[in-house]
């Protein structure tokens, strides 16, 4: 392009960069961003005052667990002595703590989690002592993804999975208690590796080699010699969702989808290389597995349209039974208590949010530990959605192609309501029916309606429909959000004329997409760190993540896959951009690089188009701290009541 064509378009950016007003509060760049009326920030106080719980596990005695919490900006580790005991905080971070995980062996009295520095994401592995609160690094302190991958069922060795050697690839090392730090280099193979289950005689690991939500591979790795053995070597696209041997180490029971649109859980004899199917009566994804210390019974849950159920496994006889009693809603982080008798996990419903509980497998007796805050609000305040289907654009065979989405309503507004269109991040994550104080917020104290659709490319609802929106099929999904607004045009109660679209990460593209091919239909747009040039993300996406992410977006290094991804990405095509935009983003976020969110803004910025920007200097892939959090909300909701509500 000629110099008298570049500097007309220099001139007009830099013009629209001294008209938008800068300024910091905290750890907070905003640009274009209005004071924050008191008001709003008060009638948010209690909704932003909400607490949940995680479940870290069981000491090893049993008599006490490790939650996580967040009492002050971040969440920290807490011990609870008993159910409803009073939480006792035992780590005092800056940074939020993860990966927490008791030793097994009841000798060591401690645990090991993992911490990263602004959201960065390098997490390194540290070893804590409750007794006496002092702790210690145990991963080398280099730029690297460090974290505690498998215990040793004596709990005298484990597993940690880094990324030292080269900043790219996950090798896997031996580690012994006795002297932790000193690493022991045993699987270096390139590409994404980690252990999931030793053997009952500690001589052998289930390993995975991981290459997307569609293919992964597993092994079991001889710890003594080396040797590595493919498990049920197959040219099939398979996906592994766990594994765990059985009590005598001449089975291992699986999670594939190998033959099924869903992953079921089988039985795989070593010897022989058969599998048995177990779980053929149930139509939908298994999620997870977990079994007990004599391997005498197995737990596992499964998304049934976003909802989830539990089973327990007697795997002397192969035959399982439902777990009763659980509320409709989310479980995770299941584990057994030393007992074998008990399991320990969390639940997280609508109208309440994560907290932990044990059930008693024998009694079906269910226990709260936890009871988190939610702000003093009544928690039947809390907005229940309703699941929805509605038709998109292709078929599925001579019918047409349905998707799911859940519909927050407001209770007690009146007239037609605005809309926000909440898409999922991933691309392949899920919408789930979670705990969410904000968009009860969104629903009770702005009449809102909130719709979160789960569109191809999501998980939970079968392989084929998880592919549907890979390589040159990405703007399927797109298209997944244009009929939503066709949808939303049908509903009496709502307002076709005041859409907004709200999204982070791949859902962060996803907003950025929907706004530059329905910009008439679309009042304005939210998006958190998302995607706005495939090409520049996938170059500057860090090193260990660039392959995954090539297998689902595509290889940019290929000319017409390159071509395509530039055609599509939204920061080509921003001109086709009228309408409001808030853009959010982490300084330190090592997935989608600020870069990402900083020339969006340019794009939009240069066309003057109306642009609020807030850059957290202390965050990464997403806000964890509470003071951004709430910052972010309050900004959030001014920018919907000037330019959704109005």
């Known amino acids: ?49 909400t607490r949940s719980a995680g479940f870290n596990g069981w000491h090893p005695d049993g008599k006490s667990i490790l939650i996580s919490t967040r009492f002050a900006e971040t969440s920290q580790v807490h011990s609870v002595h008993h ?65 505690l991958s498998a215990w040793s069922n004596k709990g005298d060795r484990f597993i940690m999975v880094s990324t030292r050697r080269n900043s790219k690839d996950y090798d896997l ?181 994560s907290d932990v509980f044990s059930i008693d497998l024998t009694t079906n007796k269910l226990t709260q530990w936890t009871f988190s805050e939610v702000g003093g609000l009544d928690n039947s305040t809390f907005t229940v959605p309703s699941l929805i289907e509605y038709e998109t654009f292709d078929k599925v065979g001579n019918n047409a192609r349905t998707i799911p989405a859940f519909y927050y309503k407001p209770k007690s507004a009146q007239g037609k309501l605005p809309v926000i269109i909440n898409i999922h991040g991933g691309p392949e994550g899920q919408s789930l029916p979670a705990f969410s104080p904000f968009i009860s917020y969104l629903t009770n104290e702005l009449g809102i309606a909130v719709l979160s ?23 399927e999904s797109v298209k997944d959000i244009g009929a939503l607004l066709d949808w939303v045009a049908k509903q009496p109660e709502l307002d076709a004329s005041r859409v907004a679209v709200w999204g982070g990460s791949y859902g962060g593209y996803m907003v ?48 017409k896959m390159k071509e395509y991804l530039l055609k599509i990405s939204p920061a080509n095509n921003a001109d086709k951009i009228t309408k409001p935009l808030f853009i959010i983003q982490g300084l330190n976020d090592p997935r989608v690089p600020a870069s990402e969110s900083e020339q969006m803004k340019q794009s939009m910025r240069s066309k003057g188009r109306n642009v609020w920007y807030m850059l957290g200097k202390d965050e990464g892939h997403g806000f964890r701290k509470k003071t951004n959090i709430d910052y972010m909300q309050w900004a959030v909701v001014l920018f919907l009541q000037q330019h959704l509500i109005l």
């Not at 905080?89 to 602004?118: H, N, R, W």
């Not at 959201?119 to 080398?140: H, R, V």
């Not at 997409?513 to 860090?542: H, P, W, Y």
């Open 1 to 49: 392009m000629k110099l008298k064509y570049i500097l007309p378009f220099m001139i007009i950016a830099l013009q629209a960069q001294a008209q938008v007003e800068k300024k910091e509060t905290g750890n907070l760049l905003l640009e274009g961003v209005p004071e924050i009326p008191a008001t709003v920030m008060e009638r948010m106080n209690q909704y932003q005052n």
């Open 83 to 147: 159910p409803g005991g009073d939480r006792k905080q035992l780590t005092f971070f800056k940074e939020p703590v993860a990966g927490v995980s008791f030793c097994p062996d009841p000798s060591y009295k401690g645990f090991m989690f993992s911490k990263d520095i602004g959201g960065n994401e390098f997490s390194q592995l540290f070893w804590f002592e409750p007794a006496t609160g002092k702790y210690e690094m145990i991963s080398d302190g280099s730029r690297s993804q460090n974290s």
């Open 173 to 353: 090392y031996l580690c012994d208690m006795k002297n932790p730090k000193e690493a022991k280099l045993i699987l270096q193979k390139g590409g994404s590796w980690s252990a999931i289950d030793w053997s009952p005689d500690d001589r052998k690991l289930i390993v995975e080699n991981y290459i997307s939500a569609n293919r992964s591979y597993l092994h079991i790795l001889d710890i003594e010699t080396g040797a590595l053995s493919p498990i049920n070597p197959s040219t099939e696209e398979i996906s592994y969702s766990g594994a765990l041997w059985s009590a005598d180490g001449k089975g291992i029971y699986i999670i594939n989808d190998q033959g099924s649109e869903f992953s079921m859980l089988k039985y795989y004899d070593v010897a022989s290389k058969k599998f048995t199917t177990i779980t053929s009566s149930i139509p939908w994804d298994v999620s997870g597995i977990t079994i007990n210390k004599n391997r005498s019974t197995l737990v596992f849950d499964t998304n049934e349209n976003g909802v989830a159920k539990l089973y327990q496994l007697n795997t002397a006889t192969q035959k399982f039974i439902p777990v009763p009693g659980l509320p409709t809603g989310i479980v995770s982080s299941i584990e057994f208590h030393p007992d074998g008798n008990q399991i320990g996990l969390v639940i997280n419903t609508p109208q309440t949010p």
């Open 453 to 475: 659709p789960n569109v191809r490319g999501s998980s939970g609802y079968g392989k084929t429909y998880l592919k549907l929106d890979n390589g040159f099929k990405r703007e």
């Open 512 to 559: 950025l997409a929907s706004m530059t091919n329905f910009n008439d239909r679309i009042k304005c747009g939210i998006d958190i760190v998302g995607i706005s040039n495939f090409v520049t993300f996938l170059q500057n996406t860090e090193d260990y993540r660039k392959d995954l992410r090539r297998v689902e977006y595509g290889d940019e290094r290929d000319p």
